[in-house]
């Protein structure tokens, strides 16, 4: 499939059906993820695949607010990745932040590898959804995260019915600028 199709056809499902996904799939999504870029080839992000429906139950219940409508799809998902990052790596320079960050680089490695895995998902026919509104602590607490690491985002994976329609984006012409802020790329 077209990169440039799976970008903009690419939605967010919340809707899954029960259908397995072979595990041959989901190592071929997380192996895309692998290849994302990175601090310095840093690699920070590590993966867990989860299928068992009680962990499934116990990392939906840590989903704010309890009226988020992605707890239903943690929990009917057949698959959950749930994507975490060593903290203190990227971004750093001899054990110092070297960014403006803060030492919070590794946020934006976990984004394009996260960003990575729904693409994949959705060249093999598979729904994601970025799940981000979670308690962090409670969720690296029900998947026995070390010390070190941050859980960055939780996306349930499966097959889906229905594709939602896309969600109204702005124009072009109203977010680019050429050379400097407030001069127009592109005129309408």
């Known amino acids: 499939m ?20 072979p595990d041959e799939i989901v190592a071929d999504i997380i192996d895309a993820a692998r290849v994302a870029p990175s601090w310095a080839n840093t690699q920070v992000c590590q993966y867990i695949v989860i299928k068992n429906q009680k962990i499934k139950e116990l990392l939906s219940e840590t989903l704010i607010p309890a009226t988020n409508p992605a707890r ?24 110092t932040p070297s960014t403006d ?8 490695d976990a984004g394009i590898a996260m960003e990575h895995i729904v693409l994949a998902a959705w060249s093999f026919g598979l729904g994601t959804v970025h799940v981000g509104n979670f308690d962090a602590k ?21 097959y889906f019915d229905e594709i939602p329609k896309q969600p109204s984006r702005k124009k072009l012409e109203e977010i680019t600028h050429l050379d400097s802020f407030g001069q127009p790329f592109l005129k309408s």
């Open 72 to 95: 239903a799809a943690v929990v009917e998902a057949p698959v959950i990745i749930c994507l975490f990052a060593k903290r203190g790596v990227s971004g750093f320079y001899k054990g």
């Open 101 to 108: 960050k803060e030492g919070y680089w590794f946020m934006f």
């Open 138 to 158: 409670k969720a690296e607490g029900v998947l026995n995260i070390p010390e070190g690491f941050s859980m960055v985002g939780i996306t349930p994976l499966g």
């Open 2 to 21: 077209d990169i440039i199709k799976v970008i903009k056809e690419r939605r967010s499902i919340r809707k899954y059906k029960k259908d397995a996904v």
